[in-house]
């Protein structure tokens, strides 16, 4: 299969296994291809520097299929990371720190009140927000929690930490 490579594997003593397919990826695609394997992620290119517009259909295309992965990252190597979250599952608490709006203040101030939130995958957004990453699923809201603090779930993706944005990474 083009864009593998094989790969013996050895066991803790040295001695040889079987071979492993291994995917020759961009250093993006290989990020989306691992979000997909590892995370069951439902993942979709987005234009290069870009958080928009996606490169496929993602409300239809989205997939964790290692091989459709691996085609689009071949076509656009330096393609962006989206993730669908319905399909991956994730409600996503989309902090932003933009438009005159500070939703890490906002986020505080919130958990002050009603306690902490459970420690979970946290990304830094390129304007200085964070995405925190939590498994379920419930509506989309935009500023309706508190100004800057949107919710991503269904009907909704974000883009993934590995993508860029002017220069500015999400990590």
Known sequence: MSGFKDKNSTDQNGRQQRKVREPTLSKRGQIAF??????????FPVKA???QPPLVK??????NDPNV????WDRWPEANIGIAAGPSGLVVIDVDVKNGNNGI???ECLQAIHGELQPTFTATT?????HLYFKGNVPSSNGKIAPGIDIK?????????GSVIKGNHHE
Do not use: C
């Open 58 to 63: 993602w409300s239809e295309k989205a997939t």
């Open 49 to 51: 520097g870009r958080k």
């Open 126 to 130: 390129p304007s200085g927000g964070l």
């Open 105 to 107: 203040f906002e986020l």
């Open 69 to 72: 992965i691996q085609k689009w």
């Open 153 to 161: 779930s269904e009907g909704a993706y974000v883009l993934a930490p």
């Open 34 to 43: 691992d979000y997909a394997v590892e995370r069951n992620w439902f993942v």
